[in-house]
């Protein structure tokens, strides 16, 4: 067949497609499609993506598309500065029940906010240590036997052998590698629609394998992308049952989230980024650590902050300012490779978000009437005076979010080793704290339900420690046109295509 033939025939292909489109409904395209090369490159490939292509994302969102849920346990923890000991027993703090399929904990003043810490560099062996713990409950090892470093083995280094980082501890425990976790996994979609247009329009015919797949597009398609479907969890993982996906520390705060690892696999995009808000609202005493990722089809981000402390009246206002700020200035990098990327840039363009963390809100009363309305059992009136509710009720912060009901004690301030709140048996007021829900969990977007609001009991810090139980709804598609197209590798011709009742109908 010579080649004005072969340009002939495509023509024709086309113009029974577009009059396929046209008798459907569809939309119509201004030009003309008589058989001349002017007529056909009027056609643009946005034009033609949205006529022939243009189906796979309502076949996919109509056809493949289903809504699951996944619990989410999320715990805040304002540690006061204290390192671990190898006796703490997080299994009250966790309740790990094996019910829960991420779990998402952030510490607030893991060392202690000095100068060293804000200044110079931060202390990593404690995050490394609350890792191990987080490892040991989490697996759950037989016989004693876990992966990674064993809580009792000391992180200390000396001149010739330094402490090991908190990145390279972290690897122990990931059951992928980060490099996957943070891919794009847009890109190869829309390569496989290019792929496809080559398929039906194509002009090289010598470029072309057998199999209708561009073996040129092959060759160009950046090695850094990667499919995350393709994505295989490591055999040296496999006594695990819940993989590390990100840990970050910026001085004394430390977020992590692990996951059940048959479930790593669906997990993208994962960025991270830290903005302090602490002395000059530069530094990193105060601030926060947000957590943006791809689950399935669903974004999530996760906020672990510190905000502004202090009970004077007016300090308040500060911590809304630091929120505000947190909202405005955290940027995410684009990792999307192409204009179609789904991942916002910002917290408040995610889908399902939950905040975290020691908001440092407190009761607006002295301390005399707030301990008066604790005895007295009066939960709904000291609850009345919380500055966070009196905030958000005013619209002034945290406006559209959402918070469980409290049906637990203040959580601050205790002493040390003690279920005594601190200032109970101070007679200086300097040093007196009136108790105060410092420790709080909201979320933000719909398909998120709580199922429990909860404070542990733990004495080894001056905060005890809060923790929440969702379930979350999260799209997900199955065998999607992009799977069954990357599977197939049948030539269909034009008679197969018009034969069927609905357009690219995929069996």
Known sequence: MTFKEQDSRKKSFIRKIFAMGERNGKKEFKGSFESTEKGLESISDLELDSAFLGSTDSLMSRDQEEIQSFRVFVATWNVGGKSPHTNL????????????????????????????????????????????????????????????????????????????????????????????????????????????????????????????????????????????????????????????????????????????????????????????????????????????????????????????????????????????????????????RTPYGRMPEKILGHKRIIWLGDLNYRIALSYSETRRLMEANHWDELLNKDQLKIERDAGRVFYGWKEGTIYFAPTYKYYYNSDTYAGDSKKSKKKRRTPAWCDRILWHGDGIRQLYYIRGESQFSDHRPVCATFIVDVTVVEGGPKKKMLESNMKVGAEEILSTNSRYYYP
């Open 89 to 336: 027993n997080l299994n009250d703090f966790i309740k790990n029940d094996d019910s829960a399929d991420i779990y998402i904990f952030g510490f607030q003043e893991i060392v202690p906010l000095n100068a060293g810490n804000v200044l110079v560099i931060e202390d990593n062996e404690p995050a490394a240590r609350w890792l191990s713990l987080i490892n040991q409950s989490l697996n759950n090892p037989i016989n004693g036997c876990s992966r990674g470093p064993k809580p009792a083995t000391g992180f200390s280094g000396s001149k010739f052998f330094p402490k090991p980082s908190l990145k390279s501890i972290s690897k122990t425990f990931r059951t992928v590698s980060r490099r996957k976790l943070k891919s794009c996994n847009c890109t190869p979609l829309e390569l496989e629609r290019k792929r496809s247009k080559d398929f039906w329009f194509r002009c090289q015919p010598s470029h072309v394998s057998e199999d209708g797949i561009s073996s040129e597009e092959d060759e160009e398609e950046d090695p850094s992308v990667f499919d995350i479907s393709e994505i295989s969890i490591p055999e040296s993982g496999n006594e695990m049952k819940y993989g590390l996906i990100a840990s970050k520390q910026m001085v004394g705060i430390f977020v992590t989230i692990w996951m059940r690892k048959e479930l790593v696999p669906y997990v993208s995009h994962l960025r991270i980024a830290s903005t302090s808000r602490g002395i000059m609202g530069c530094l990193g005493n105060k601030g926060c650590i947000s957590v943006s990722m791809l689950f399935h089809q669903t974004s999530f981000c996760f906020i672990c902050s510190h905000l502004a402390s202090g009970e004077k009246e007016g300090d308040e206002l500060r911590r809304n300012l630091d929120v505000i700020e947190i909202l405005k200035n955290t940027q995410f990098p684009k990792i999307c």
